[in-house]
């Protein structure tokens, strides 16, 4: 075998093994697709199941509870009103837990779903100024491609959250918008003495997100550290032909 046939060969040997890897690899990814799917589904189930039952027997419990008040006596007047106290913390509780398996508007738009997220996020946090720039209108997609979306935003500002110091001006700016065919969602959180995470466990977890969301979506997640603040910009393609909704 002279030298030019020996190097026709390992060019077909190296094109071979690249495109048979590239196939598992392709495999792989759209197992591991299927799984979070599956996984996502569940979840709504779940947190339908829990708003459809449990909420209906709360409600049930509750007003119960208010119709014998009414006629009671004072001594046990005072008991049901306590145990109508319990009641009311018992449906807060199921909503948070409702709402920790699937946000509201989950299935039915997506900015509503991370105003939602946004607001009851920094609802808990003191002195923190939050800035929304959200569609009015977005193309309907998988309950799964959101809820992705949902949770890298969500792991995105608990690690943040870390970098900050407790008496530092801090702010949130979020912007959905949609480019032709491409959906683009940028998100910074920002600080006066807010430092640069370089290769602190923030950055790792932050990296850590960008590969889950590049390899689940499929799409592109960029992370940046600049002026004081940092952002994350993240990419994926929509399908534009589906309805949108308002």
């Known amino acids: 075998m002279n030298t030019v046939e020996a190097i026709v060969t390992s060019a077909a040997g190296f094109f071979f093994a690249l495109a048979y890897y590239s196939h598992r690899w392709e495999q792989q990814r759209r197992v591991l697709q299927w799984h979070y799917t599956?996984?996502?589904d569940g979840l709504i189930i779940q947190s339908e199941a829990v708003r459809e039952q449990f909420f209906q027997k709360a409600f049930a419990l509750?007003?119960?509870?208010?119709?014998?008040?009414?006629?009671?006596?004072?001594?046990?007047?005072t008991q049901l009103d306590h145990c109508l106290d319990l009641t009311k913390d018992f449906s807060t509780f199921l909503e948070q837990v409702s709402d920790e398996l699937s946000v509201p508007f989950l299935n039915e738009s997506l900015p509503l779903a991370l105003q939602y997220l946004l607001k009851r996020w920094v609802s808990g946090i003191?002195?923190?100024?939050?800035?929304?720039?959200?569609?009015?209108?977005?193309p309907l997609q998988g309950a799964d491609k959101h809820r992705l979306v949902l949770w890298c935003v969500s792991e995105c500002l608990l690690a943040w959250q870390a970098q900050l110091s407790q008496t530092s001006p801090k702010a949130i700016q979020l912007a959905l918008y949609q480019t032709d065919c491409m959906a683009k969602l940028q998100l910074s959180f920002s600080g006066r003495v807010l430092q640069k995470p370089n290769d602190t466990p923030v950055m790792s977890e932050l990296k850590n997100i960008q590969q889950i969301f590049q390899l689940i979506m499929p799409g592109r997640c960029r992370v940046t550290f600049k002026s004081w603040a940092l952002e994350c910009h993240f990419s994926w393609s929509l399908i534009c032909t589906e309805q949108v909704t308002e």
């Open 62 to 77: 509750r007003r119960s509870i208010e119709l014998c008040s009414v006629s009671a006596p004072e001594g046990l007047k």
């Open 38 to 40: 599956k996984q996502s």
């Open 126 to 138: 003191s002195d923190i100024e939050l800035t929304l720039e959200l569609p009015s209108q977005w």
